[in-house]
């Protein structure tokens, strides 16, 4: 059973436009990261959200904690963007982390 | 840049062998989390770290250990390795405690493979 799952798997999409990828969760969170995973296998923490709305540059997540939902949205993409996108939550017991299997983005010119 | 640095940054062992990760957090980060990522598991937690005390324990397996320094570096034991240990292992700091409430800086990882 996966406590966190993210959709689309694979998105390619043209240079500028708007991106969505949802995340949605089972557990009890204290909180929902979003990561960024470039082609060379680096990580870089986008967002730290557990409740609202956040923004960043082009980029904004979004959390629902009633419906376990959050939303990580990429305005005007651009080619740089092209990574996979990894959604994780902590759980608000035992503070275990859990991962989605990620979103392998392709912005293309 | 994140500050994390990660050594080795490849090794390649054979089955049956023990090999130990090394991780240096961020100057002041007081947590050290220990992830695992294979191509058929994904990212999976492994263990946390808090100022040199056991905090939180994931997907651990019991030929695994880790321990945290006064320092504040971290080591990665992996013992008995399998051919499905072979995965990119990737130590993250956060400032505090509850690093649900604190962005994760991850190092850039060491690839392992056991033949």
């Known amino acids: 059973k996966n406590e966190v799952e993210q959709s689309p798997q694979n998105l390619t999409a043209q240079e500028g436009e708007f991106i969505t990828i949802n995340c949605s969760y089972s557990v009890g969170i204290s909180a929902l990261h979003w990561l960024q995973q470039h082609p060379g296998g680096g990580i870089v923490s986008l967002f730290m959200l557990s409740s609202g709305k956040k923004k960043h540059g082009r980029l904004i997540a979004t959390i629902n904690i009633q419906e376990k939902h959050s939303s990580l949205h990429i305005t005007a993409s651009h080619p740089r963007d092209s990574a996979v996108y990894i959604c994780a939550v902590r759980s608000n017991t035992g503070n275990q982390f859990y991962f989605g299997t990620g979103t392998s983005l392709t912005v293309i010119p | 840049d994140s500050g994390v640095t990660q050594t080795p940054k490849h090794l390649i062992t054979a089955t049956g062998q023990r090999v130990t990760l090394r991780c240096s957090p961020r100057s002041g980060d007081l947590s050290v989390y220990w992830y695992q990522q294979s191509l058929d598991q994904g990212l999976q937690f492994l263990i946390q770290y808090y100022n040199g005390e056991e905090r939180a324990k994931g997907n651990i397996l019991e030929r695994f250990s880790a321990q945290q320094f006064p320092d504040l570096h971290s080591e990665l034991n992996l013992s008995s390795l399998e051919l499905g240990d072979s995965a990119l292992y990737f130590c993250?700091?956060?400032?505090?405690?509850?690093?649900?409430?604190?962005?994760?800086?991850f190092g850039p990882g060491t690839r392992l493979t056991v033949l």
């Open positions: 993250a700091s956060s400032p505090s405690l509850l690093a649900g409430y604190n962005e994760q800086f």
